[in-house]
């Protein structure tokens, strides 16, 4: 569980551009002994400079080092309105051609250009939804990496759920509402509201987040099954923390089986899902979109294989499944800055050879693609 916590024209390429012009006109030309005499301009020697002066002009224009600037990740927050319960806390990226900075929110920096118009036109929006106890920023490298490649991403703070408030953290059918909030926030209230394709949404969810992504694409959880789970698993996490609440746990399991589907939502990433156990074949048989599937292999958390694995068996095929090796849970949180590292050791520790930094390159570039194919216009 995560702790309480206070937040928040030169170079090669025109080197190449003078070689060209140097091979186009040919060698040069002697001059006279009074060297005062100059080269001849026949009409061959115009017609090679011509074409030459044009290939260095393209060579200047196609250069990678003059091209538009890449984008940024603008960065703003928000509050969406839940019907009678109280607002949720929503960090938004997107994408911006302002110049982003390093900015220190709480202890967490973020390169991001903060307040920057958005960029862009028909943009794919993505909703994230964070674990237990986590926070609209703990994944944050990975919002701003989809910010950069032209997403708008919204992060929400699961009310009773994250780093300030537990006091509902076992509620876990009250996620998928939240995400739906946040969409419709997003495509009516937010100012930027016009630059998104709403035909183009998609989910990513991390651990109890994980279980919200599969609940908001039409998986039905059978919470039934945490009981007799749990009495032969007392020692798991997700047992622990239910063992803390049982009020809210009893109330909890009265009802079955129980969905929060949102037909807006056309792909998901599903990250190290909490509860996997409580779905089956029957249960997530109504899944029809892309899904993209993530087990740290060395979870303690979440161990093997009643969670990833028990999701895996139970979805429907194709699957895009990733198997992380030396990977722990936490793992898939944003790498950590020193000063979070010595205030929550727990989610930032990884196993002796794990290169989170180098880890998460390769997974938002994998989140990103991913997107990109199965949010395909």
């Not at 091979?23 to 009409?43: D, F, H, N, Y």
């Not at 986590?134 to 490298?141: E, Q």
């Not at 609440?245 to 089986?257: D, E, I, K």
Request: proline residues 8%; positive net charge.
């Amino acid at each position: 569980m995560q702790p309480q916590l206070n937040l928040y024209p030169s170079g090669p390429e025109a080197t190449s551009a003078i070689a060209a012009i140097a091979a186009m006109t040919g060698p040069e030309q002697p001059m006279t002994r009074s060297r005062l005499k100059p080269r001849v301009m026949t009409p061959s020697f115009i017609s090679r400079l011509a074409r030459s002066a044009f290939l260095w002009i393209a060579a200047v224009l196609l250069s990678p080092v003059l091209a538009a600037a890449p984008l940024a990740a603008g960065f703003e927050t928000l509050q969406a309105a839940d019907g009678a319960d109280k607002p949720l806390e929503v960090a938004v990226w997107y994408p911006t051609e302002a110049v982003a900075q390093q900015v220190d929110l709480g202890p967490f920096t973020l390169n991001i250009a903060r307040g920057g118009a958005v960029a862009g036109q028909a943009l794919p929006l993505i909703v994230i939804s964070h674990g237990n106890g986590g926070a609209s920023l703990s994944h944050h490298d990975t919002a701003v990496a989809l910010a950069q490649a032209g997403y708008v991403v919204a992060a929400v703070a699961h009310t009773g759920d994250n780093y300030a408030d537990q006091s509902r953290e076992t509620s876990m059918m009250d996620r998928p509402r939240h995400v739906s909030r946040v969409i419709d926030h997003m495509l009516t209230k937010w100012p930027g509201r016009g630059r998104i394709d709403a035909t183009r949404i998609g989910v990513f969810g991390h651990s109890s987040g994980g279980f919200t992504a599969l609940a908001v694409v039409g998986g039905a959880a059978d919470l039934g099954r945490i009981a007799p789970h749990c009495q032969q698993h007392p020692g798991h996490y997700a047992c622990q923390l239910i063992a803390r609440r049982p009020t809210a746990t009893a109330a909890m399991g009265t009802a079955v089986v129980q969905a929060g589907r949102d037909a807006r939502v056309r792909a998901a990433v599903v990250v190290a899902p909490a509860l996997g156990f409580t779905f089956t074949p029957e249960s997530l048989a109504a899944v029809s979109v892309p899904i993209q599937l993530w087990r740290a292999e060395d979870d303690v958390v979440l161990p093997h294989p009643w969670y990833a694995e028990a999701v895996r068996a139970a979805l429907p095929k194709p699957l895009d499944y990733r198997e992380v090796p030396k990977a722990g849970h936490f793992d898939f949180l944003a790498p950590c800055m020193p000063r979070f590292a010595v205030m929550a050791p727990p989610l930032c520790s990884s196993q002796p050879g794990f290169d989170r930094v180098a880890f998460h390159r390769e997974f938002n570039a994998s989140v990103v693609g991913f997107f990109r194919v199965a949010l395909k216009p």
